[in-house]
């Protein structure tokens, strides 16, 4: 790959990929893609981040397009996140926004442009090997590690893919941003994949699900409090249950969807922990033929540390069983399945 375009997010990650392909001989083009903008009420720094953009592009000497996304955003992650609250799961919005607009809708664009890839900031590895197959593996700094929110991809995604920055610990990215005088270099990092978390989650959850409230219980039945909807909240959860005097910090350990309940305890709770989880079907990004039981390490969510499992399939699902109890599995969520460095299943928790 010769012609790339580069997502420029307005980050320094984004900006030292740009400067990286571009010192490589790449011919690289920068682009910006918009999928939302905030209403008066909500905090969406996407007019920042252009502006910030443009200045890298300008400074680094590359043209800079803007793509607007927001109504495919809306169709595609939106209508999925919605959805996934109104049936009392919990959806991932990161990696639909990856598999589906990120290396899909925009991979798509940039190919029918005449480019031969997209380069990303994530912090992953793609490596190919001598039968031409395409592995997506762990970042070389583990703290920030994103290929759990990849863990859709497919090979022809990951063939058109390029991650600049994936043999560089975070301190190196941000030591050659002030080298280079990057106009971002002392931008502080943003902590977000997508754009979901940088506003209020509630707020924006009642502009299409009407608030229902209910009772916060603990596991002995005693109300503690009230809530505004059962579907905003998942299990282990802890954030917005505005529950005070608690001598412990209180987690979600079970939801009673048709009562509107909400059943909460401290972390040392059992109801907390379970030492299996089920996939109806896995995603395999370069192999099928697994043989089962299959040993293997899990995460069930970004940045946990490796679990070890073992993974049997049975008739019409698959059983992941954990060597330790794994605390707040949530149905929806994402299990993605490692060996070693290398992902290569995920599916959808049942």
Known sequence: MKKIL??????????VSAYLLKKQWYDVTAWFMINYLASEWEYCPTLDDIKVAKEVATFLDIPFFTFDYR????????????EGYKIWITPNPDIMCN??????????????????????WHYAKIDQDNEWIFHLEKWIDNTKD???????????QLSKALFPIWNLEKSKVREIALEIWLPNAKRKDSQWICFVWKVDL??????????????????????????????????????WLDLWGQKEPVFIVRKDIEKNEIIVWTTSDLELYDDKLFVKEFHFLWNDDFVYPLKANCKIRYRQA???CIIYKE??????????????IAVWQICAVYLGDDL????VII
């Open 99 to 120: 598999s589906e607009v990120k290396f899909k809708l925009f991979l798509d664009e940039a190919l029918e442009h005449g480019f031969d890839g997209v380069a990303m």
């Open 306 to 308: 490796d679990q070890e």
């Open 71 to 82: 109504d495919d955003y809306a169709n595609k992650v939106l209508w999925y996140m919605y």
């Open 6 to 15: 580069v997502w420029l997010s307005g980050w320094v990650d984004s900006a």
């Open 202 to 239: 509630t707020k924006f959850l009642e502009k299409k699900i009407k608030p229902k409230p209910g009772n916060i219980l603990d596991t002995s039945w005693n109300i503690l409090w009230t809530h505004k909807w059962v579907f905003y909240y998942t299990i282990g959860q802890r954030k």
């Open 146 to 156: 994103q290929s759990y929110f990849l863990a859709w991809l497919n090979q022809y």
């Open 315 to 328: 008739n019409d699902r698959y059983k992941v069983e954990f060597k330790e109890k794994q605390r707040a």
């Open 344 to 347: 290569v299943m995920s599916g």
